[in-house]
């Protein structure tokens, strides 16, 4: 069965510095995909970055990139140059062909000045 | 600009009443879920539906049903409301057979049982 961990409830970060979110995920099928989403304060599930199984390059998406280690299972999101804006709730998730979006429990990111 | 709407932003019922969440989407989509978010859990899937009339359980579908009847639309039914389905309910889309499409949310539907 698939399953996405998220291990930090919690980050913490000064502006204009780089944070590291966690992603595990488990699953057997060679064929998935990894998606970011932001949640704000607001409620809306804003999409961020994907990376896709079979990509060999990690993706990026302005300051957010993904750092995929495929052999460890892992899908950390990273974001560059902190703001005060990214301050939200963020979600990974996996799909798998024929199947709905997975998502661990999220990690609420607070940015300070 | 793509839009899924769900009908309520806040919702009020009391135990037992039967409650349909509904939910349309504009960008002819195969793909509907319905997710519940509560604190801690993350979002869980409840129910998604892949063309008209199909449906498949998620990880919680116990206490709710869907129903399909036209492309845009997919409804969250609870039959009888209690007090442990409080919580945020998000409804998705997404096209179907690509695996690199994101998902589509609406804004999400806070609902109290009391």
């Known amino acids: 069965a698939q399953k996405i961990t998220q291990t930090q409830p919690g980050m913490f970060v000064q502006e204009k510095e780089a944070v590291t979110l966690d992603c595990t995920y488990d699953t057997s099928d060679p064929s998935y995909g990894l998606f970011w989403y932001k949640q704000p304060s607001s409620g809306e599930m804003i999409f961020l970055i994907y990376q896709g199984s079979y990509d060999q390059q990690n993706a990026t998406e302005g300051r957010y990139s993904l750092n995929f280690q495929k052999a460890r299972k892992s899908a950390n999101l990273v974001i560059s140059a902190s703001q005060l804006g990214d301050s939200a709730m963020y979600f990974c998730?996996?799909?798998?062909?024929?199947?709905?979006?997975?998502f661990g429990k999220g990690t609420t990111l607070s940015v300070s000045s | 600009d793509v839009k899924v709407t769900q009908s309520s932003r806040y919702l009020v019922k009391r135990t037992g009443e039967k409650v349909f969440l509904e939910c349309v989407q504009d960008?002819?989509?195969?793909?509907m879920f319905w997710y519940r978010q509560d604190p801690g859990l993350g979002l869980r899937l409840i129910y998604f539906s892949y063309d008209v009339k199909m449906k498949e359980k998620g990880d919680i579908p116990e206490g709710y049903s869907v129903s399909r009847e036209k492309k845009e639309r997919f409804s969250l039914i609870l039959e009888s409301a209690s007090t442990n389905q409080t919580s945020m309910y998000l409804c998705?889309?997404?096209?179907?057979?690509?695996?690199?499409?994101?998902?589509?949310f609406g804004q999400g539907t806070r609902l109290t049982v009391v």
């Open positions: 998705a889309s997404s096209l179907r057979g690509r695996m690199n499409t994101e998902a589509f």
């Open positions: 960008m002819d989509h195969e793909n």
């Open positions: 998730a996996m799909r798998q062909a024929g199947t709905a979006l997975i």
